[in-house]
């Protein structure tokens, strides 16, 4: 039984300049009904009590939209019920969200409850030590990655050429004539997204979300990191003829655009590079190597390989300094999970379900563990 793509994107991100977070894009404040807000620390079952509700808001057939951990692509940070306008995010760090109408709109659920606090002091010293060395190999990705995007930006800046942008400009022209004719009317709305990030696994692209909402797709196969300027013009445009889009920026430079995602439109542009291209056949490919001074880049060619194969090099130490602090972290989750009421994280899933979806009378299981 082949399982349907899911609707997947992350919202904080391991950039060059640190954790990058996009979380005051979750949900519109002027349209919000409910929030629930997590509090709670390693192991205590955020993650379990969103797949709960998740589940629910599946059986019923409401849509959700998925929102992933770049720390841990296994676990969730958030899920969104668009129909609903309704969703519930991990507020602890670094993904701190501040309510804006508490009470009316977002609520607390404190998770520590579910904690075993006597058992836990019991084994505080093995705690400490599992949290040794954590914020180090999260600093070393950083610097690692801080120097990839510095020989990127140098790519760019040696090929973004005049020439080059009025082609890009040209060829955007064109796509926005036959893809994005006049819309529903008024402008469309943005909404910001990461379609990619950084992991302990590697650099992941969430393909099955454009799947799941795209049956034409436009690859933009790009070596150099050009995409960002035929992107800025597409979505210029499409906004401006009435579309919503969600626009998703580089995990590695998160002032420019990857990806485009235009759902009314059951339209895409997908930046895909050496070693990750788009998994099926695409509506249309665009080489944007192609439109590149030849020239230049044959002037270039030792500068650009050298670049590319050092850009590699520090990824892959980045990447392997996060999966270090994956394996810590796994450790203390495990020496939390023992201590960890999960029929009481169950029970909390059962209200939260019912607050957002009317399934169940909103003042049971979970009032206790409520802010």
């Excluded at 994107?9 to 954790?19: E, I, K, M, T």
């Excluded at 969200?97 to 508490?102: A, C, I, Q």
């Excluded at 006597?118 to 030590?129: M, T």
């Excluded at 995007?149 to 036959?178: H, N, Y």
């Amino acid at each position: 039984m082949t399982t349907e793509p899911k609707v997947r994107y992350y919202l904080g991100a391991n950039s060059p300049n640190g954790f990058y977070s996009l979380y005051d894009q979750l949900l519109d404040p002027g349209e919000a009904e409910e929030l629930l807000i997590l509090k709670g620390g390693a192991g205590c079952g955020k993650s379990t009590l969103m797949r709960d509700v998740a589940a629910r808001a599946e059986a019923q057939g409401i849509p959700v939209e998925y929102i992933g951990c770049s720390g841990d692509p296994d676990s969730l940070d958030a899920i969104l019920l668009p129909d609903r306008r309704a969703a519930i995010v991990d507020g602890t760090a670094p993904h701190v969200v501040e309510p804006k109408l508490p009470g009316a709109v977002e609520r607390y659920v404190n998770l520590g409850e579910c904690y075993d606090h006597a058992g836990l002091k019991e084994i505080r010293g093995e705690l400490e030590a599992a949290m040794k060395g954590y914020k180090g190999c999260y600093a070393r990705a950083y610097r690692c990655l801080r120097a990839a995007a510095e020989l990127t930006a140098d790519r760019v800046a040696l090929l973004q050429t005049p020439e080059l942008e009025a082609k890009m400009a040209r060829r955007a022209k064109g796509i926005l004539s036959r893809e994005c004719r006049k819309g529903p009317g008024g402008v469309g709305k943005v909404r910001q997204r990461f379609l990619s990030a950084v992991t302990h696994r590697g650099v992941l692209v969430e393909f099955g979300t454009v799947e799941a909402q795209c049956s034409r797709v436009y690859e933009l196969s790009d070596t150099y990191g050009l995409g960002h300027l035929l992107l800025t013009h597409l979505l210029s445009g499409a906004v401006a003829a009435g579309w919503d889009v969600t626009a998703c920026p580089s995990p590695m430079a998160p002032d420019r655009l990857e990806h485009l995602i235009l759902p009314q439109l059951s339209l895409a542009f997908i930046t895909t590079g050496p070693g990750m291209p788009w998994p099926g056949r695409p509506y249309r490919r665009l080489r944007l190597d192609a439109m590149a001074d030849r020239e230049l880049l044959r002037r270039s060619k030792g500068r650009l390989s050298f670049s590319r194969k050092v850009s590699a090099a520090l990824m892959d130490e980045a990447v392997s300094s996060l999966a270090q602090a994956k394996a810590m972290h796994d450790d203390l989750e495990a020496l939390y999970n023992p201590y960890v009421d999960f029929d009481r994280v169950h029970a909390t899933a059962e209200w939260a379900a019912g607050a957002l979806l009317g399934t169940t009378e909103q003042g049971g299981a979970g009032e206790s563990t409520r802010g």
